[in-house]
């Protein structure tokens, strides 16, 4: 292991320790359409699969607990006037539904509404995987960032306590699916 990603992974596991937030490693452009995808714990460890279904009229990623339980379904909607995607629960329903803003002069800005709790706000440089997530207008709920990791393709999404995991990682890959 070389020496920056030791101090790089290290800074990841001190700030953990410090704030109590989970912290997860995942790849840039998920997976294709088809391929299988772990997403791993800040110490390496198989914590959700990405299923890609192949073979469907619209783009499909399954989020699934490692044990293989099915947790969200992330589907593009189509032939909508902005770009759209709806997460659904693994036992049917809508999660949350995830819109790009039309106008974001300085940064681009998405919106994440989630029945029966209000929206999150997502800012930042979605392409280059530094941006946030809040509730409301000061509760962070993530924070997304390369800087954590020197592997190439690979960003950190660190999640606040309190927070659905599984669902705040199918935001985020979602946003990574609609921001190509």
């Known amino acids: 292991m070389s020496m920056l990603r030791r101090r790089a992974e ?7 320790e410090a ?26 460890n198989k914590a959700f699969k990405v299923d890609g279904k192949a073979l469907r009229a619209r783009n499909t ?7 293989g339980q099915d947790l969200y379904k992330i589907q593009e909607r189509m032939l909508r006037v ?33 029945p029966g709790e209000g929206d999150w706000e997502v800012q930042g440089n979605i392409l280059d995987h530094e941006y946030h997530i809040e509730a409301g207008r000061r509760e962070r709920v993530a924070e997304v960032s390369k ?8 960003y950190g999404v660190e999640v606040e306590p309190g927070h659905d995991d599984a669902l705040v990682l199918a935001v985020t890959a979602a946003i990574d699916q609609m921001a190509r």
């Open 10 to 16: 290290g800074g990841l596991a001190r700030r953990k």
């Open 147 to 154: 800087k954590w990791f020197r592997i190439r393709d690979t």
């Open 61 to 67: 990623l399954i989020i699934q607990s490692k044990e």
């Open 82 to 114: 902005k770009d759209t995607m709806e997460i659904e629960k693994g036992e049917g329903g809508t999660a949350a539904t995830i819109k790009k803003a039309m106008i974001a002069p300085l940064r681009e800005r998405w919106t994440v509404s989630i």
């Open 19 to 44: 704030g109590g937030a989970h912290r997860y490693k995942m790849r840039e452009k998920l997976v294709s359409i088809g391929d299988d995808y772990w997403i791993e714990d800040h110490d390496g």
